[in-house]
């Protein structure tokens, strides 16, 4: 395809077809689609003609639609109509051929097509070194880019080993390559040819260059797909072996973890670290320490429920009736709990202090949080607290250690299996403050909303949001917890119960429960309300209903067991068959007996496991006037006796006891139950009718109980734990409790049922006491009854 058809002589006029986006070179042939207007009528035109020719411009925008002469380049080419093929009505294909260059000289019409004068562009065929030398590289740059290239055209391939002509394979070459018709049009005006050569080379190169890296690429991606594939395959084969021999595989097991991390929806960094070791373990033996230490770790953040949350139910007439379903009485705190709920209910992103329940055992603290896990619909677990020394306890160790672990937050996380649990905080006030690290310090940042939502493990590394997380807290006391964790807490205290109390509770709760507990029904063991009785004064002493549930599950046992040797069993449990199955009684509801002499008297003690009674005994031998005290004694309450023995001494002669009594005795008091460690003011009270008892040998009434701090001077002051010992005192049966007046206020948190059997009396000096507590009838005649009855102005 030479330009070698001799051109006619002098200038030509012919019609200009403009083309839209392609360029047609001389030497080339080209299908073009024609559907406009102007350009059809062109088309039209030239039927009937033999292969009429034509000049052929580009456009110099594509989206021009209907071109003038000042949108289309002056340099063409002079084209061949080769063939015309109707598409549809007003559309065409035309086979160009290009013949020469031509440059549009003069227009001459625009309508109905363009048409205009134009001068042939000749191209003498040029033959030197260089240009051979530029010509058979372009014809190898040519071939290589084909090589690279997509989709190769063979034919065009072997056309160019025909063209000969340098210029003309510029032009060839130029034709067919994919790049914009402006630099197309370019080549096509560089008249020189070894400038054309130097040019279109150039472009060959790069796009040889950028093909083949492209290519490359491509290649690289197959290549590793295809590896994967078919180690994918590989590996289920291998999976299908091991499996048919029954053998356990190892990278089984890193395909598991694999495929347990995926479903846990670890947070980007977790998933990093978790990820990380797997690559470690892939490269361990399975046997080895490292490995296992790797997988451990895995587990543990596979186990987390980092996505899990459940959908919290805040309706507060609902949590209303799942807390009376779980717990008897207790409406001051149940009504605090819900308010607490309803709260979070209006603002879920507000955290409202942590509650934190205080109490002595047993009396529901622990079963009031599950209670609000049930009532939110929230999961449940329990951190203990009680006796963590150890801040790496809380944090977890760093996995450098051997045997490391994570902290009991993360190990409660695992349990809770969902991100927003409720999580109990149980014995907070027994968090060792002595040990490694600070534990508190460790437990403040997880109860700080601020800190929480990134707490850091030192095992995990990774942070673990504890945000969305319910804290409750129990405490036996409040004096021990750590002062900047009680700040963010809100106390709720729960003394213990009275015997009806318990009683109800037993019945509705306790016995119910054990039953089921036991696979037992109604019908197999009833217990009668005399049973509970029974059960709540001879057999627990106690401010909860712990050892009263204790107790009933003992009788259930026996009645299993007997269930399950094969007798029919149909027992109505009563008072004989409670003695039956749990022994004689161990306590009695009288504490007549222990004062039963003088120098006895009957304080009331508050403890963490509630209230207590606390018997005094003073006794006195031949001497020189010293005071001795046993019964483990704290200090506080040592200065409190001084003072009560001081206060003897002052008001002696009121006593009725001579000048020099103390001069031949030694006075010894002692607090049994020597075990237990006693100390606080509140016994100055009881000590003080101790001692005035066995001095004037006048007995101490045994329905009295008492408490109270003294002074030097004769006034009694407040206490602390007036409910709880109110319910002591209740529990053990006695009739009358002396209570200092400033502690009137907190009688009205006594139950009614206690305050109807309890006389309660309020002092406010010391002179008040002896008239109501000592028995005047009881001591040898002399002097004391009436000075103890007619107390003289202090
Ligand atoms: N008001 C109540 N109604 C029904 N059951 C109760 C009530 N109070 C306590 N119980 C039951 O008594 C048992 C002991 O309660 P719980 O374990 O919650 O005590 P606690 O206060 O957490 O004690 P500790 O301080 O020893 O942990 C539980 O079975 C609980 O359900
Ligand atoms: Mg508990």
Redesign the pocket.
């Known amino acids: 395809m030479t330009a070698s058809i001799p051109p006619p002589a002098g200038p030509e006029v012919l019609p200009i077809l403009p083309l839209r986006n392609s360029v047609l070179f001389p030497a080339s042939v080209v299908p073009v689609n024609v559907g406009r207007a102007r350009s059809v009528r062109l088309i039209e035109e030239s039927f009937g003609r033999d292969r009429p020719l034509i000049g052929v411009v580009a456009q110099k925008e594509s989206d021009t639609e209907d071109p003038e002469f000042e949108d289309v380049h002056a340099l063409g080419t002079v084209a061949r109509v080769l063939k015309v093929i109707r598409l549809s009505s007003g559309n065409y294909s035309v086979v160009l051929q290009g013949v020469s260059r031509m440059r549009v000289v003069e227009p001459i019409t625009r309508n109905p097509f363009m048409r205009a004068r134009l001068e042939r562009i000749h191209e003498t065929p040029v033959r030197d070194t260089e240009t051979d030398a530029l010509a058979t590289a372009l014809r190898e740059a040519a071939r290589r880019l084909r090589e690279v290239l997509p989709q190769q055209n063979r034919e065009a391939g072997a056309a160019l080993e025909n063209i000969h002509d340098a210029g003309a394979l510029a032009d060839a070459v130029t034709s067919d390559l994919g790049i914009p018709t402006s630099a197309k049009q370019q080549i096509l005006e560089i008249l020189d040819v070894r400038d054309r050569l130097r040019r279109v080379l150039e472009i060959v190169s790069r796009q040889a260059q950028v093909h083949k890296v492209k290519k490359e690429i491509s290649t690289m991606v197959q290549e590793e797909m295809s590896r994967s594939q078919r180690e994918f395959l590989l590996r289920q084969q291998m999976k299908t072996i091991r499996k048919e021999l029954g053998e356990a595989d190892d990278d089984d097991e890193i395909e598991t973890l694999r495929e347990r991390l995926a479903r846990a929806e670890l947070p980007i960094d977790a998933d990093k670290a978790a990820r990380k070791q797997l690559q470690r373990m892939r490269a361990m033996s399975p046997h080895g320490a490292e490995y296992q230490v790797c997988r451990n770790y895995v587990e543990w953040l596979a186990d987390l429920p980092w996505g899990k949350v459940t959908a919290d139910r805040l309706d507060v007439n609902e949590a209303k009736r799942v807390l009376d379903e ?5 409406d001051k705190i149940k009504r605090r709990i819900v308010e607490y709920i309803a709260v979070r209910r209006l603002k879920s992103d507000i955290r409202g202090p942590i509650l934190c ?1 205080v ?12 209670s609000i896990a049930r009532a939110t619909g929230r999961n449940f677990c329990r951190v203990a607290l009680g006796g963590v020394q150890d801040e790496a306890e809380i944090r977890g160790h760093r996995r450098t250690y051997v045997g490391a672990y994570p902290g009991r937050f993360v190990v409660g996380m695992k349990q809770a299996g969902s991100r927003n649990p409720v999580m109990l905080l ?2 907070i006030d027994k968090l060792a403050t002595d040990g490694r690290g600070d534990p508190g310090a460790a437990l403040l940042e997880v109860l700080d909303p601020e800190q929480n939502n990134t707490f850091t493990d030192h095992y995990l590394e990774v942070a673990l949001d504890l945000s969305g997380v319910l804290f409750i807290a ?1 405490a ?1 006391r409040k004096d021990t917890i750590p002062r900047p964790l009680l700040d963010r807490m809100e106390l709720i205290e ?1 003394a213990g ?1 009275t015997r009806d ?1 318990k009683h ?2 037993a019945m ?3 016995v119910p ?1 054990q039953l089921r507990e036991h696979g037992l029904t109604p019908d197999r063991l009833d217990f009668s309300g005399e049973a509970i009785d029974a059960m709540i004064d001879g057999y627990t002493r106690e401010a ?3 050892n ?2 204790q107790k009933v599950a003992s009788v259930c046992r026996s009645v299993a067991v007997r269930l399950a040797e094969g007798e029919d069993v149909r027992q109505l449990s009563d008072a004989a068959h409670v003695r039956e199955v749990l022994g004689a009684p161990r306590f009695e509801r009288s504490v007549a007996e222990k004062l039963s002499s003088p120098g006895v008297a009957t304080g009331l003690s508050w403890t963490p496991a509630g209230g207590e009674l606390m018997f005094v005994e003073a006794q006195q031998m031949p001497g020189t006037g010293q005071l001795h005290l046993t019964g483990k004694v704290g200090d506080v309450m040592k200065e409190s006796i001084a003072a009560a023995f001081s206060y003897i001494r002052v008001r002696s002669s009121d006593l009725g006891l001579p000048n020099d009594f103390l001069s031949k005795m030694d006075i010894h008091v002692h607090l049994p139950n020597a075990a237990m460690p006693k100390d606080g003011p509140s016994g100055g009270i009881a000590v003080f009718v101790a001692l005035s008892s066995m001095l004037t040998k006048l007995k101490v009434r045994p329905d009295v109980g008492m408490t109270g701090e003294i002074t030097l001077r004769g006034h009694v002051l407040p206490v602390t734990g007036i409910k709880e010992k109110c319910l002591a005192a209740h529990r053990a049966g006695l009739k009358h409790i002396l209570v200092p007046k400033r502690n009137e206020p907190d009688l009205d948190d006594v139950p009614n049922e206690v305050k109807k059997d309890l006389e309660v009396h309020l002092i406010s000096k010391m002179d008040e006491v002896l008239p109501l507590v000592l028995d005047l009838d009881s001591g040898p005649a002399g002097p004391a009854p009436e000075r103890v009855s007619q107390p003289p102005p202090s």
């Open positions: 779980d717990h008897h009485g207790l329940f109490g002595p055992p047993g009396v529901g603290k622990t079963s009031l949080a599950k149980d014995e129990t036996n729960l119960y109390e109800h509770i509705d709760f306790l429960k909860g209903v712990r009263l549930e």
